[in-house]
């Protein structure tokens, strides 16, 4: 099982950035995905979740109108977006792609898979 995320980097604030995933070793075609982010000395938070159709998404209330989940379900690997726009120094986290058989909307704080994370950092 591989759920390997890509696409960190620094960017001003204000910038975009777009994340992806690449989750492959289990059918997470049938899973929910989604991103968390942990930034320095805080706790792990929720930020983003799409159903296993793709046709529900959910959003942390601060990342709302600015980042977009998306995915594509190829054969035996899934790929999952997360699009980053108007970004702010808050949204300095590092980010991790996860999956679950079950999707939590936007009140999820657990998951069967975990990627490694990707750093995202928000110059001012």
């Known amino acids: 099982v591989q759920l390997q995320a890509f696409g960190g980097g620094l960017v001003q604030a204000g910038g975009s950035l777009r994340l992806s995933c690449a989750a492959s070793g289990r059918t997470f075609s049938s899973y929910a995905m989604g991103w968390f982010r942990q930034a320095p000395g805080k706790e792990r938070e929720f930020v983003a979740s799409?159903?296993?159709?793709?046709?529900?998404?959910?959003?942390t209330d601060s990342v709302k109108g600015r980042f977009t989940i998306s995915r594509d379900n190829v054969k035996n690997t899934v790929y999952v977006y997360l699009q980053m726009n108007s970004l702010k120094p808050e949204d300095t986290a590092v980010y991790y792609c996860v999956a679950d058989a079950v999707f939590y909307g936007s009140r999820w704080s657990r998951a069967d898979y975990w990627g490694q994370g990707t750093l995202v950092t928000v110059s001012s």
């Open positions: 799409i159903s296993w159709t793709g046709g529900i998404t959910a959003y």
